[in-house]
Every structure is written in C-alpha cells, then in structure tokens.
Nanobody, 116 residues
Framework: QVQLVESGGGLVQAGGSLRLSCAAS????????MGWYRQAPGKQRELVAV???????NYVDAVKGRFTISRDNIKNTVYLQMNSLKPEDTAVYYC??????????WGQGTQVTVSS
C-alpha cells in the first residue's frame, strides 16, 4: 500500500536545472525522514540528500551548494532542486522514506541524464 512515485527526470545540458518530485502515499509522511539516492551504471547507490522529519538536511559533498532538498508535509511530497548540473550527476534517482529498518521504502526511480 505504500507508494513513492518520482517524477521530473529527463535530459538536460550541463549547467542546467531539474526539479525532482516524490509523492508519497500510505505512510504518515511527517514522521519519516525523506531522502534522494542515485545510482549510476556500474556504481553503488549513494545518498544524495536527506531531510529529516524535523527539517534538518544533509548532502553528499559532490552536490553541496547545487542541490536543495525540501518537503511539503501538506502535499506529502519531497523535492530535489538540482542546479548547475554536471555530467557526473547522470544517474537513476530514487526517492526513499525511512522511519526504521522495518519501515523503509523506495520509489522506482527516475532517470536524470546530463549531457556535456
């Protein structure tokens, strides 16, 4: 019944911007930490950004100053604003909702491709 649905991915030139959205249903959204992960071909999935239930944020060093994670607890949606995109940002981006090991959910992913 839990569903996380990502949208907003696509093809963009280096230096451009994209805004990813993740709409959550089936969870008590406001008590979950929400995160964005990405996985490039041949690489491990990595945490890109996280926003806790209290609104604290953290980012992987590679995206600091360029990406912004935010959440709207009324719309049950988490966003990732991606600016100054680089080819190395190319990956499938996954939305994650985490409460505990027993309450940890993933979206299906959305492709982001940054051309040079």
């Amino acid at each position: 019944q839990v569903q996380l649905v990502e949208s907003g991915g696509g093809l963009v030139q280096a230096g451009g911007s994209l805004r990813l959205s993740c709409a959550a249903s089936g969870i008590i959204f406001n008590i979950y930490s929400m995160g964005w992960y990405r996985q490039a071909p041949g690489k491990q999935r990595e945490l890109v950004a996280v926003i806790t239930s209290g609104g604290r944020t953290n980012y992987v060093d590679a995206v600091k100053g360029r990406f912004t994670i935010s959440r709207d607890n009324i719309k049950n949606t988490v966003y990732l604003q991606m600016n100054s995109l680089k080819p190395e940002d190319t990956a499938v981006y996954y939305c994650n909702g985490y409460r505990s090991a027993d309450y940890n959910y993933w979206g299906q992913g959305t492709q982001v491709t940054v051309s040079s």
